[in-house]
């Protein structure tokens, strides 16, 4: 029986005979049809391309079936094949002996020619998933939805553009730097800013980044919770109306799944928990980026963007759970406090930039995100740079800490009452 439950629930934990069976959310894994038909305008990207690439070739394919079907219901007189037949249609229509031909060698495996090509192995492609869907169409989508500010209207705005707690924040990296600065560089400093220096030449894409200088960056994890990379984030709900994919940040930070109750985790399990799989953290609200020297800035910003709206939602999922008979799908904009709870870190060629992400009542009554940029740390110019960079981001990885263990013991405080 306890197997049973397991296989269920992709190993969390027994479903209760009055719980209701957990969602299963399903991601396109490409924007589909409706996505670019409900755009306002579509932009000219490469995404928008291979749709239309993908569209022309739906309707070839059509129109050939079409004819394929008219040619199977003329019966042609054995005695004049050519007699009362209206071939007008078929004018410029390739020989479809030549196509027959063709079909049977592709079915084979051979080339044109009537060889089989020698075998060729690709080359991966790790950034794939920065620089298909992260583009001016989706932030678009994102703002016609209702779910992001737009970052190039001036305004006047009817929300409140900066997080009421935005002090708080820079008042924290402001400690750092002050801390730092007064500090001499010694000749083991000089020596760590050296070795920094050397992992960073010949990053052109995001895998030795990942592997050489995140593992720099990243120092004690055990401070900034549990740590988690590479992984899509299928189990959370959609952030509009379903066409987008499923995010997939470099790393991100949350908290272990015994730290929420039975009954606010199952309530909430399509909003905290990434991943079927229960080791995943959940209520994750610090995400990474981490590009290479030749990956598109643009298209990886948005994507951290996207990945901290997911996580920001969760968050105060968590804060309002129950509160004044909030369930898991209401998006009250009454219950908003206007503070941010979400760090998203992006690093790129020895730069590190931080944003934070609040919730504001949207244009069309749910909840939108706004992102904030903080300061932005170049640490390959001296030692003190660069130490000042690692500080701050470990120090704001303390913060979003702080939120998300808030956040679940007033989730869980509420459980209790």
């Known amino acids: 029986m306890a197997s049973s439950h397991y ?30 038909d409900r755009l306002a305008s579509v932009p000219l990207t490469y995404s928008a391309l291979r749709e239309l690439d993908t569209r022309k070739s739906a309707k070839s394919r059509h129109k050939r079936k079409r004819i394929a079907a008219l040619r199977a219901k003329v019966k042609i007189s054995t005695r004049n094949p050519m007699q009362d037949l209206d071939l007008s249609h078929l004018r410029a229509f390739p020989n479809p002996l030549y196509h027959d031909t063709e079909d049977r060698a592709k079915k084979l495996g051979l080339g044109p020619d009537g060889v089989k090509p020698r075998a060729r192995k690709r080359a ?30 001036p305004g006047p ?22 801390g730092l600065d007064d500090e001499s560089e010694s000749e083991q400093d000089e020596a760590d800013y050296a070795e920094f220096l050397d992992l960073l030449k010949n990053k052109e894409t995001s895998v030795p980044v ?10 004690r994890v055990a401070d900034g919770g549990i740590a988690e990379a590479n992984l899509r984030l299928t189990s959370l709900e959609h952030l509009t109306d379903g066409t987008l994919p499923a995010g997939h940040p470099d790393r991100f930070y949350g908290a272990n799944a015994n730290s929420v109750k039975d009954d606010v985790l199952n309530a909430l399990f399509n909003y ?44 105060l999922k968590l804060r309002f759970h129950g509160v004044d008979g909030n369930t898991a799908h209401d998006e009250k904009p009454a219950l908003l406090d206007g503070k941010a709870h979400t760090v ?22 749910g909840w939108m995100y706004v992102s904030t940029q903080l300061y932005s740390f170049v640490m390959n110019t001296s030692a003190k740079n660069m130490f000042i960079g690692l500080e701050a981001y470990r120090a704001l990885r303390r913060w979003a800490k702080k939120q998300r263990d808030e956040a679940i013991a007033l989730a869980n405080g509420d459980a209790a009452g």
């Open 124 to 153: 991966p492609r790790p950034e794939a998933k920065k620089i298909l869907h992260y583009d001016a169409a989706f932030q678009q989508h994102l703002i016609q939805q209702g779910v992001y500010a737009d970052p190039d209207d």
């Open 7 to 36: 296989k269920l629930l992709g190993g969390w934990r027994p479903i209760q005979a009055n719980q209701e069976k957990r969602r299963i959310v399903r991601h396109p894994t490409t924007p589909p049809a409706r996505f670019w």
């Open 272 to 315: 905290i928990a990434p991943n079927a799989h229960p080791l995943t953290p959940i209520a994750p609200n610090f995400f990474l980026e981490a590009l290479g020297d030749d990956d598109d800035e643009d298209a990886s910003l948005l994507q951290a963007i996207y990945h901290g709206m997911l996580g920001e939602r969760g968050i």
């Open 210 to 219: 990942l592997r050489d200088v995140v593992p720099r960056i990243e120092g």
């Open 344 to 365: 998203v870190a992006s690093y790129k060629s020895g730069q590190l930039e931080f944003r934070v992400l609040h919730a504001v009542p949207g244009p069309k009554g």
């Open 157 to 178: 705005h009817n929300y409140e553009p900066l997080p009421k707690n935005l002090d708080e924040i820079f008042d924290i990296l402001d400690e750092v730097i002050g």
